[in-house]
């Protein structure tokens, strides 16, 4: 059974930086597209930034809320995926789930819920004024 499992979240002030990872137990990390969603109580889960498996490129994509703030980047051998977060701001408070899909997509298409086939239980990350 696929798990992704989150750890890195927490209490940060505004302009802080977080670093979250997702390790998971894919028998081949480098077979899939990497994501990071968000979700606030009472509103739609968010995409954030993904990342094509290696075989495809690897290229990464970012909502435009957090371009040159957050990259995506990922560890094959260690099948860990990592998401940094610099300049945290209050509104990027929520919880940050990890999740896992194959193929080939658009743009448009890595940021939909339905690309992905696996997820984790998430972190929460909380950015105060």
């Known amino acids: 059974q696929v798990q992704l499992v989150e750890s890195g979240g927490g209490l940060v002030q505004a302009g802080g930086s977080l670093r979250l990872s997702c390790a998971a137990s894919?028998?081949?990390?480098?077979?899939?597209?990497m994501a990071w969603f968000r979700q606030d109580p009472g509103k739609d889960r968010e995409f954030v930034a993904a990342?094509?498996?290696?075989?495809?490129?690897?290229?990464?994509y970012y909502t435009d809320s957090v371009k040159g703030r957050f990259t995506i980047s990922r560890d094959n051998a260690r099948n860990t995926v990592f998401l940094q977060m610099n300049s945290l701001k209050p509104e990027d408070t929520a919880v940050y789930y990890c999740?896992?899909?194959?193929?080939?997509?658009?743009?448009?298409?890595?940021?939909?819920?339905?690309?992905?086939?696996?997820w984790g239980q998430g972190t929460q990350v909380t950015v105060s004024s």
């Open positions: 990342q094509g498996s290696p075989w495809s490129g690897g290229s990464t």
């Open positions: 999740a896992a899909g194959r193929g080939v997509s658009t743009s448009s298409g890595y940021q939909r819920r339905g690309f992905y086939d696996y």
């Open positions: 894919l028998r081949t990390l480098s077979n899939y597209v």
